[in-house]
């Protein structure tokens, strides 16, 4: 079974500029996560759907941060204008619903330098 | 909102010794708990869950975590270190559908 996919793998780009993330979750995974992850802290959720709705979005900064999930599967996570403070590892994770014992699967992230 | 501490930032133990991790819950239901390995440069591999079947929870790799009620604590172990261990290791809780993380714990093993 293939694993949760993530594109690029990474990323440099200087501060003000866009940039824009891809995720494909796991086949007939409901659920989709994406997590910002800053260097030496644990995963920090962003925004979380349920098949093409939002279930969650309260940390994610709607000012510069834009995620969509069409049609249910992959979904692109998008920053504009890019800080510094956006300096990350972005990672996605899908699990079958959104029960409390489902296992998330997380994919290999996106690390991103913004300069 | 419930939330995970992991205690030290950084282990380092020898090859063949024990490896202990410890992490401790804030919940005032029963919680549902993780514990997640990050190698590096790779994302997010679930060790173990905790769901209340049993309070002694196995995983992969030889790792195993005891739930303690009395004690809010969900250690992780395993008897002997091999050299693939190191990596990242982070506990997590599930609360409101949310998973929120420790700040994770270091693990060096030394030859």
């Known amino acids: 079974e293939a694993g949760v996919a993530q594109s690029p793998r990474y990323k440099i780009i200087e501060k003000r500029q866009s940039v824009a993330f891809w995720c494909n979750p796991i086949s007939g995974h409901a659920t989709l996560y994406w997590y910002q992850q800053i260097l030496g802290q644990g995963p920090k959720l962003l925004i979380q759907?349920?098949?093409?709705?939002?279930?969650?979005d309260s940390q994610l900064p709607k000012d510069r941060f834009s995620a969509e999930r069409l049609k249910g599967v992959d979904s692109t996570l998008k920053i504009q204008p890019a800080k510094l403070e956006d300096s990350a590892v972005y990672l996605c994770a899908s699990s079958l619903g959104l029960g409390n014992t489902d296992t998330q699967y997380f994919g290999p992230g996106t690390r991103l330098t913004v300069l | 909102a419930q939330s995970v501490t992991q205690l030290g930032s950084h282990v380092s133990v020898s090859e063949g010794a024990l490896v202990l991790l410890r992490c401790n819950y804030s919940?005032?239901?029963?919680?549902?708990l993780f514990w997640y390995v990050q190698y590096p440069n790779q994302g997010l591999q679930l060790l173990l869950k905790y769901t209340s079947a049993a309070t002694l929870v196995k995983g992969i790799n030889g790792f195993e975590a005891e739930f303690k009620k009395s004690e809010t604590s969900f250690h992780l172990t395993k008897p002997s270190a091999h050299m693939s261990d190191a990596a990242e290791y982070f506990c997590?809780?599930?609360?409101?559908?949310?998973?929120?993380f420790g700040a994770g714990t270091t693990v060096t093993v030394r030859a």
């Open positions: 997590a809780v599930r609360d409101d559908y949310k998973l929120s």
């Open positions: 759907f349920q098949n093409n709705g939002v279930v969650d």
């Open positions: 919940s005032s239901v029963p919680p549902y």
